[in-house]
């Protein structure tokens, strides 16, 4: 009775002991520099939303944000070294709907399960990508892109940033939905799919917006339509694909912060806290926008968990639907 009295409080005082410790880490985050790891090359939606955020959460966490961009296998490098990083918050994942959802379902042996090993802080933003087409193309909305499609069957190539993107996936959908036929080349990011949106090697896209925003402004290239359910503060007469037939396409390229599964909640909620006060800064909030991204950061975290999960089974369905499942 004794020694299970004395256990008993050996296993109050262990839980009393690891509560302070995860108090004292708390108030101790960041002890260090933050390595924000970004899975792309400079210049996508990603990269965009991440460094218009940096500075200020340089100033409500008082510690350097290191952007490290770690392209590679279609993101999945970058997800393993968070997945597998010291779990102490200062290896941070901006992951994407690509990293995070899409290539479980791609990939036969992809790295980590993203919703066990990897604990969502905040999803942050959606970054709206627009149906793009080079200016030689004789079309000014989605309908009359239809009609030049099917005249065309197989002539028209298209760009995606990888084989399982979301720009590759939703255009795969839209084709299946429209009945139009369009041949498919991967580049290496947004910023090299715009490269070969400007140059006419490939005559439509579903890109990020900041990509080719300032090229369909100065009219080099040419946007139909945005996805998502709201169009873009800097084209306000762009129409959403919604609004033109395709509710599927209401969620468009999200972002998020993760960190390993294991990391204290207290430092997940502090993170989370910075994170929310950066996204209520006005600067912030119009330069996103101005962008072509919507705040999505106000979800709790329990949201946050659950939304992950959603978005991992919606698109494996997707990946299944179209015939990539476990094709990288």
Same mark, same amino acid.
């Given at each position: 009775?004794?020694?299970? @009295? ?22 101790? =985050? ?11 090359? $400079? ?80 999803? /942050? ?20 892109? /239809?009609? =030049? ?8 190539? =298209? &760009? ?24 498919? /080349? ?8 715009? !490269? ?9 896209? @579903? ?25 873009? &503060? ?18 468009? !390229?999200?972002?998020?912060? =993760? +960190? ?5 909640? $207290?430092? +997940? ?5 910075? /994170? ?28 946050? &968990?659950? @939304? ?21």
């Amino acid at each position: 009775m004794k020694t299970t @009295f004395r256990n008993m409080l050996l296993f109050i005082a262990s839980l009393v002991a690891a509560g302070s410790v995860c108090a004292q880490s708390a108030a101790n =985050y960041p002890a260090r520099p933050v390595r924000l790891l970004i899975p792309f090359v $400079p210049g996508g939606s990603t990269d965009f939303v991440a460094r218009v955020m940096q500075s200020r959460l340089i100033d409500e966490l008082g510690q350097p944000i290191v952007i490290d961009n770690r392209p590679g296998a279609a993101g999945n490098i970058a997800v393993e070294i968070v997945a597998r990083a010291p779990a102490d918050g200062h290896t941070v994942l901006f992951g994407n709907v690509g990293t995070i959802a899409i290539n479980p379902a791609l990939f036969r042996n992809f790295p980590v399960d993203t919703v066990r090993d990897l604990t969502c802080v905040s999803i /942050i933003a959606d970054v709206s990508s627009m149906l793009t087409v080079h200016s030689s193309v004789p079309a000014s909305t989605v309908e009359e892109f /239809i009609r =030049y499609a099917k005249s065309r069957p197989g002539q028209i190539n =298209y &760009a995606s940033s990888s084989a399982g993107s979301p720009g590759r996936l939703s255009m795969e959908y839209f084709m299946h939905q429209a009945g139009i036929s369009l041949m498919h /080349i991967a580049y290496k990011g947004a910023g090299a799919v715009a !490269s070969a949106l400007l140059s006419g090697e490939v005559q439509a896209s @579903f890109v990020a917006v900041p990509a080719v925003l300032p090229h369909v402004k100065s009219g080099k290239l040419r946007g139909l339509a945005v996805k998502g359910t709201r169009r873009v &503060a800097a084209l306000p007469d762009l129409p959403t694909m919604v609004e033109l037939g395709f509710p599927e396409f209401q969620v468009d !390229s999200w972002q998020g912060m =993760y +960190v390993p599964a294991d990391t204290p909640k $207290p430092v +997940v909620a502090k993170l989370r806290a910075a /994170i929310i006060k950066v996204l209520d800064d006005q600067r912030v909030l119009d330069n996103l926008r101005n962008g072509g991204a919507e705040v999505m950061n106000k979800a709790a975290l329990e949201e946050c &968990a659950n @939304f992950t999960r959603q978005q991992v089974k919606f698109w494996a369905r997707l990946v299944e639907q179209v015939g990539l499942a476990g094709k990288q």
